[in-house]
C-alpha cells in the first residue's frame, strides 16, 4: 500500500498491521483475509491520520459479506447454482471470486 511507495533515507520503526483476529457481526475471523483487511485500516491511519473514512469498490457483482471469509462457502454457491460444469471448473469460478475479495 502506500507504504510501500514511499523512498525515506531513514528507517522508520517496524510496526506491525493486521490484526490477529477480526470481528464481524459478532463472529471472529482469524485468516489471511481478516488480515488483510485490518492491515488495510492500519495502514490507512498511519498514513492519513487526518482520514475519517474509506470507500472501497470492486468489479465483483456481489455484496460483499462476511460469509466471503469462508471460501468453501462460494464453492458451495457456485455447486448449488446448478448449472452443468464440472468441479473443477467450479473451483475455478470460486477462486475468481474469491480473488476479488480478499
Not at 463472529?27 to 492500519?42: C, I, M, P, Q, R
Not at 455447486?79 to 480478499?102: H, N, P, S, T
Request: net charge negative; aromatic share 6%; hydrophobic share 40%.
Amino acid at each position: 500500500m502506500s507504504r510501500m511507495l514511499r523512498d525515506e533515507t531513514h528507517a522508520d520503526p517496524i510496526i506491525q498491521f493486521g490484526a490477529r483476529a477480526l470481528l464481524v457481526s459478532g463472529e471472529s475471523y482469524a485468516n489471511t483475509a481478516s488480515k488483510f483487511w485490518s492491515g488495510l485500516v492500519d495502514e490507512a491511519i498511519e498514513d492519513y491520520p487526518g482520514c475519517n473514512a474509506m470507500k472501497l469498490a470492486t468489479t465483483g457483482s456481489g455484496r460483499l459479506a462476511g460469509d466471503l471469509m469462508f471460501p468453501v462457502n462460494e464453492l458451495q454457491r457456485e455447486l448449488d447454482k446448478g448449472e452443468c460444469i464440472d468441479l473443477e471448473e467450479a473451483i475455478r469460478r470460486a477462486v475468481e471470486e474469491i480473488d476479488m475479495f480478499g
